[in-house]
């Protein structure tokens, strides 16, 4: 068993972990966050995308020993003092979802599109997103409700600005 | 008695929906997230080889291990479990959960092993050595069918699971086959098209594979079972049926459910091994499966070939359409599985008035995963052979693909109408839906846009294709299951309402358009009711999601439960206001006199007068919760028009998807903004299978596109943006008026896309191309030609 001490969405967690423990078994299992899900085993589907230091990462190719230190973000930290983040509210206003078991891995990995890039084209959404399956919408929705956060971002920015 | 336009209507509106608050925060329960104490793990070891004998399982090195509770083979668990059921009237082989002595396909279970966690599940998995005699192996339907080089199952000789059923024409229900139409349709022809088609195998990758928890309770003898499935009324009676306890002593609880697309109607042998060995170690236990796990052990999709030929005048009349079918079914039948195919010979017309049919289906046995449900169930299947066949005709003849179908379309006067399949199509306009996407597309535009780009030597194409599908499924003659559906509504003691359906979902937001429905029917903000499904604890009856019919059969019995219990909420009332039942207005939460406001009584009032009523009004029960059972007369039959533009590059073979336009009616609409979400991810699953997807095994039964890494699973990437209309035609079917969409989007859009590529392709003499659209096949075409 290792010693593993990292910040879960604002708290700090530590625990004794197996060396070969993954990060998204360790969040699910051990931390009781069952938002991010797994839908594969081979680093395909991107269901279980959370952030760390900032940065998407599937986090069933890390392990928990690795992630040692850092700070993560999952679905249930998305939002804040009640309030939805931005892409969640696009995501529902846009029915950016179905069955919705891809729906934390997608936001968070929108989360990170947007953060590298606040004002994507088509195509540029479209590829950001291109390690994260859905079988239900097709897409097309998902990236409206992308286009639909950046859109907001632009007006709140040019408000602020005025 | 009526209901005020106080409030908004919801019916028709593009309402957000209620289930997402709880998904886009990751706070949703599926089936991994469920955890009670003391549960146990499972995990299945599985056969490497498709067909073979089993000489022996050691399983003494995982017995050994730390953490390791049990591990059991097939010979142990056929002591707690029979061969498993279908739904099905056809003859069957004996399936049994785990293999016994003999493994048929690759990803047969031969042990179980029971863990303290799934870690070491996995490792006991591995530390268990199975040594094979191995058997020839078949993987070709077409060679299976000749009994060589092996078979799999002694007692179907040539590998024959049904063989040859003739449907159609001058068939009587005794099975006499009188060939007089037929043969006399394919002499007066002028033209004669004859194709083999193949409609390739799918893996369906629902993103939440399957799982279950069963928990037994020694002490109450009763099993509650918690899976990721599409029917867990059906799973209950299933699970009761194979553990020795009654219909009552199980409750099945489908959770949230991360989609399904018809693999999760069927029950699975990992489903009965779980409840057998909870109720055998009085402990709960978990199996996840493993997305390598679900490609071979979760049921696939279509693998049907046809063999097509279709007789027709000069002028593009259609005269006659032979269809001999051969479907691969895998190594057993699962549920539904021998039921899938005949889908495919009931719509082989489709939207065509064909006066001369006769198809044929037989059913294969393979060394493969068994196939079953998948989106659309052989109705793509069907639509793809009558499309691509339309398509051909219209090339031999040089006409317009959109002329040749509408010379050849069921009339909208026609409806009713009996096709020579056995189906009675309710109502359908196929031209006016063919016009709003012929316009809609631009489809002159488009061929002009095509020839000039033709004209640079680019290779691009146009598709156009029809179709006609099977929804709302019942009544109980089609269905082995029941083809009704069960709902209760409530109305609660503070007012408000509870609803429970046993239509029970996995992404189409029941939770949101039957709330909408009941909203208006009561006249209250949709905040004040709550859709229950998915628990048999909860839910009393229920049959389940599939053949898109939640909305036709779902949503109808629940509007009929509301009524009834809105009519009794309105004697009530009656009573308390001392006016009569026609003279009251239920209005924003509360009934009034008409013309009088001032007397509304709230929800809560009368349903306080209801629970507690003194006096109790002459000829009067308490309480206001009222359930109904309906079972729609006929199926319904939604139908639409696909068009779409694609390119393929003369370098390198690749197609690209330029444009889309689909036209779809699905009847009246109770959410479009729903609506839509099924026809995009419809429409993906079918471009998907024409232009990336396929199933792959090798000639020894290795499925080769066994992970996702393989299998090209579509990402977003793949797709251009959609353009979706729709035309309305209502059913007579059911009061909603509405046909059902969840399918839809699968069944125009195979032949759209190969039709769009044999045109981008016409310059080398090419007809038709089997699916998928690898660019390897399309470079041969392009550079063979040259050669």
Known sequence: ???????????????????????????????????????????????????????????????AVQADGSKITTIEGLAANGELHPMQECFWEEHGLQCGFCTPGMIMSAVNLLADNPQPTEDQIREGISGNFCRCTGYQHIVNAIQHAANRSRSAASSSKR | MSTSPVLPKLVGQRVKRREDPRLIQGRATF??????????????????????????????????????????????????????????????????????????????????????????????????????????????????????????????????????????????????VDDTAIDRAFKNADVIITQRMVNHRLVPNSIEARGVVAHYEPGKGSMTIWSSTQNP?????????????????????????????????????????????????????????????????????????G???????????????????????????????????????????????????????????????????????????????????????????????????????????????????????????????????????????????????????RLVGLGLSMYVEVCGIGPSSSLPTGGWEHAQVTIERDGRISATTGASPHGQGNETTFAQMLADEFGVPIEHITIHHGDTGIVKQGVGTFGSRSQAVGGTTLLMAGAKVKTKMARFAAEMLEASVADLVFENGTIAVKGAPTSAKKFADVAAFAYVPVP?????????????????????YPFGCHISMLEIDRETGEPK??????????????????????????????????????????????????SLMDYALPRATDFPRFEVHSTVTPTPVNPLGAKGVGEAGTLGSTPCIVSAAVDALSEFGVTHIDMMLRPEKLWRIIHGARA
């Not at chain 2, 490497?48 to 399982?57: C, E, K, L, M, T």
């Open chain 2, 233 to 305: 009324h059906i799973l209950r009676t299933m699970i009761a049926a194979m553990t020795g306890l009654g219909q009552d002593q199980v409750r099945a609880i489908a959770p949230e459910v991360g989609g399904g697309f018809g693999s999760k109607i069927n029950i699975y042998g990992e489903e009965y091994v779980a409840a057998a060995v909870s109720k055998h170690l009085g402990t709960a236990v978990k199996w996840i499966e493993d997305r390598s796990e679900a490609f071979l052990a979760t049921t696939h999709g279509r693998d049907l070939i």
């Open chain 2, 31 to 176: 089936v991994d997230d469920v955890k009670i104490a003391g549960m146990l793990h499972i995990a299945f070891k599985r056969s490497d080889v498709a067909h073979g004998r089993i000489r022996s399982i050691d399983t003494s090195a995982a017995k050994a291990m730390d953490g390791v509770e049990a591990v059991l083979t097939g010979a142990q668990i056929a002591d707690l479990l029979g061969p498993m059921p279908i739904a099905t009237p056809f003859p069957s082989p004996a399936h049994r959960a785990v293999a016994v002595d003999t493994v048929r396909y690759v990803g047969e279970p031969v042990a179980v092993v029971v863990a303290s966690d799934r870690y070491i599940a996995r490792d006991a998995i591995d530390a268990i050595t199975v040594e094979y005699e191995t058997l020839p192996a078949v993987v070709d339907p077409e060679l299976a069918m000749t009994g060589k080089p092996t078979v799999i199952h002694p007692e179907f000789p040539n590998n024959l699971a049904v063989p040859l059923v003739p449907s159609g024409t001058g068939v009587t229900l005794d099975g006499k």
């Open chain 2, 657 to 706: 998807l330029l444009k889309f336009v689909a036209v779809d009616d699905a009847g009246n609409l109770i959410n479009p903004l729903i609506v839509e979400g099924q026809i995009h991810g419809g429409l993906a699953q079918g471009i998907g299978q024409a232009m990336i997807e396929e199933a792959v095994y090798d000639e020894s039964g290795q499925l080769i596109t066994g």
């Open chain 2, 307 to 457: 063999y097509v030929e279709l007789a027709a005048q000069r002028d593009g009349k259609v005269l006659g359409l032979k269809l001999r079918l051969i479907a691969d079914v895998g190594a057993y039948n699962m549920l539904l599985t021998a039921a899938v195919p005949t889908l495919a010979m009931m719509m082989a017309n489709a939207t065509y008035d064909i006066p001369a049919i006769r198809t044929t289906l037989t059913e294969v046995f393979t060394n493969k995963t068994s196939t079953d449900a998948y989106r659309g169930a052989g109705r793509p299947e069907a639509s793809y052979f009558i499309e691509r066949a339309m398509d051909m005709l219209a090339r031999e003849l040089k006409m317009d693909p959109a002329d040749v179908r509408r010379r050849n379309f069921i009339a909208p006067n026609q409806f009713p109408y009996q096709t020579q399949m056995g189906a009675v199509y309710d109502s359908g306009d196929y031209e006016k839906a063919m016009d709003v996407a012929l316009r809609a597309a631009d489809w002159k535009g488009l061929q002009a846009e095509r020839d000039a780009a033709k004209a640079e030597g």
């Open chain 1, 1 to 63: 068993m290792t010693a593993v001490s990292m910040t879960v969405n604002g708290k700090v967690r530590k625990a004794q972990v197996e060396p070969r423990l993954l990060l998204v078994h360790f969040l699910r299992e051990q931390l009781n966050l069952t938002g991010t899900h797994v839908g594969c085993d081979t680093s395909q589907c991107g269901a279980c995308t959370v952030l760390i230091d900032g940065r998407s990462v599937k986090s069933c190719t890390v392990f």
């Open chain 2, 616 to 636: 109790l009004p002459d000829g009067m029960e308490p309480g206001l919760s009222e359930e109904a059972f309906f079972e729609p007369t006929n199926n319904t």
